[in-house]
């Protein structure tokens, strides 16, 4: 197996985070306000105390790919410009408690803003030394992979009210792996274009966001949730909440009767085996993430800094 110097979490967010402010700056306005607010939450790459995988992701495939981290700065850019967008997404069209929702239509301008400046980062990755053709490569892997996760998302929105668990775990599955399996891709094919090693790096970023959608999906249908969402008084299709039946908030309930509805549904789908059931898929994608180590361990890829992704 091969070794390598992997840097440090906070040595990456503060390179990230210094051409990523900059870059913001070049172009204002609504785009790089919504874009700051959400990279600054939830431990973003901007956050006062940063602490994002996706931030590291990047970096950390590009190392293992036989690179210099230092040259997927901007793709690393890229990526966040492209997450951000998809979370502003994701803010209209789940209309979660705390999104700022007087105007959506701002906040699907500024999305659609941040997604075409994910593909202007990606290709300044010329500035620091990668080729052209590297590139080129980068922004059409950007193209591909959003693309897919737009599929599965779009699938996932629709309506499906007698769908079972297997089918929720797939729809999260090709709604969150493309994302993953992009961030993954980006630096792997920063530092090389064997086809192989970079399938194997999409398979482990796929592999590794499905688990982290998983366990939030558990969180957002826990009894003692992190963070207020919509999933359990929506009946979000998610597996915890198909795999005990859940269907959503009665209509007509006040607020009150509601916060006492939501306390009781959130206990009775921990009880019925919900959390258990994705907690177990979970674990499933775990030794998945696993077994792809070993093949990138076996084609010399330095792996110590990705097995760290892992927990």
Not at 25 to 40: I, K, L, N, Q, T
Not at 136 to 146: K, M, P, Y
Request: proline share 4%.
């Amino acid at each position: 197996m091969s070794h390598a110097v992997w840097p440090s979490s906070a040595e990456v967010h503060a390179a990230v985070a210094e051409r990523l402010s900059s870059f913001l700056d070049e172009h204002g306005g609504a785009v790089a306000y919504f874009g700051r607010r959400v990279m600054s939450g939830d431990n973003g790459v901007l956050a006062e105390h940063p602490h994002s995988v996706r931030t590291v992701l990047v970096p950390g495939a590009c190392i293992a790919a036989g690179g210099d981290w230092r040259l997927a700065i901007w793709p690393t850019v890229g990526s966040e410009c492209l997450m951000a967008a998809a979370d502003l997404f994701d803010d209209v069209a789940d209309a979660d408690p705390g999104s700022d929702m007087d105007n959506p239509g701002v906040l699907l301008t500024a999305a659609a803003g941040l997604l075409g400046l994910s593909s202007t980062a990606v290709v300044r990755a010329i500035e620091d030394g990668v080729s052209a053709v590297t590139a080129a490569s980068l922004a059409n892997l950007l193209g591909v992979e959003f693309a897919r996760a737009a599929n599965g998302q779009a699938v996932s929105l629709q309506s499906h009210q007698n769908i079972d668990a297997l089918t929720a775990y797939r729809q999260a599955a090709a709604k969150s792996g493309p994302l993953g399996s992009l961030m993954a891709r980006l630096g792997a094919r920063t530092a090389t274009d064997d086809v192989e090693i970079v399938d194997l790096l999409g398979q482990f970023g796929a592999r590794l966001a499905v688990r982290d959608q998983l366990r939030n999906d558990m969180r957002d249908a826990a009894p003692d949730p992190t963070r207020l969402k919509a999933d359990v008084r929506a009946g979000a299709r998610t597996v915890p909440l198909v795999f005990a039946g859940s269907t959503g908030a009665p209509p007509d309930l006040d607020e009150a009767e509601l916060v006492a509805w939501e306390i009781g549904e959130r206990a009775r789908v921990a009880a019925s085996g919900g959390l258990t059931a994705a907690l177990a898929l979970a674990e499933a994608e775990r030794l998945g993430i696993l077994a792809v180590l070993q093949s990138l361990e076996h084609r010399g890829c330095a792996t110590d800094g990705l097995r760290e992704f892992i927990g």
